[in-house]
């Protein structure tokens, strides 16, 4: 017989566990599309991609839910229903000014617009629907495979189908819709952000 697999043990993060996320987020999205668009300079880069980590992570853990593997090789950002809509003040005092200062005055204020532009796609497939809102899911690269992505997003799943909501998340890469898929998701929609920057929009329907 094939022995059990053990499940993946998942943690709920709080604030102290920052400086591990905003790692092993800046790992999973070193050369993500929206990051390269935003900032192509490799280097430079690298230090934006710390601060939109370390933003998108404090605005889920205080007002929405974290989610890591034990190791932290997998990270799920998310806002439940009742928090999904995040006010331009929520995004500024969570460190969205910073990200926009490192990347210093054209490219800042392409990302400042940036939260009405997913606004108004994740509006278009949503309405006024409560739903969970996936912010960012990054596994490291060396840990991708392994089936990280699904633990972490496993108790966001189960909360969802309890409530009866939906989740939503939306991808650049095109690789990814596959992916999420496999997950769940079906492709709600596609669209060309200001930039040429792809996005493709995703649902998950409760079981």
Sequence with gaps: MTPLREPIAVD???????????A?????????EFLVALCPDQARRRWVTEAFARFLFRLSVRTGVVHATRDRAAIVCALPPGTEWPSEWD???????????????RSGL???????WFDFTRA????E??????????????????????????????????DR???YL????????????????????YTELPGKVPNWELVREPR
Excluded: C, K
């Excluded at 709920?12 to 905003?22: G, I, S």
């Excluded at 092993?24 to 993500?32: G, H, K, P, R, V």
């Excluded at 960012?136 to 309890?162: H, K, N």
């Design 24 to 32: 092993s987020l800046s790992a999973a999205f070193a050369n993500y």
């Design 110 to 116: 392409w990302f400042m617009r940036r939260g009405a």
């Design 91 to 105: 995004y500024v005092r969570y460190g969205a000014l910073s990200v926009a200062w490192r990347l210093r005055v």
């Design 124 to 127: 278009r497939h949503m309405g």
């Design 12 to 22: 709920r993060l709080t604030p102290r566990d920052e400086r591990a996320a905003v």
């Design 129 to 162: 629907r409560p739903h969970w809102y996936i912010h960012l899911l990054g596994v490291r690269p060396e840990a991708q495979g392994r089936g990280l992505s699904r633990a972490v997003m496993r108790p966001i799943f189960d909360a969802a189908d309890r």
């Design 170 to 189: 939306e991808t650049m890469p095109e690789a990814n819709v596959a992916i999420y898929e496999r997950l769940g998701f079906r492709l709600a929609g």
């Design 165 to 167: 909501v939906p989740v």
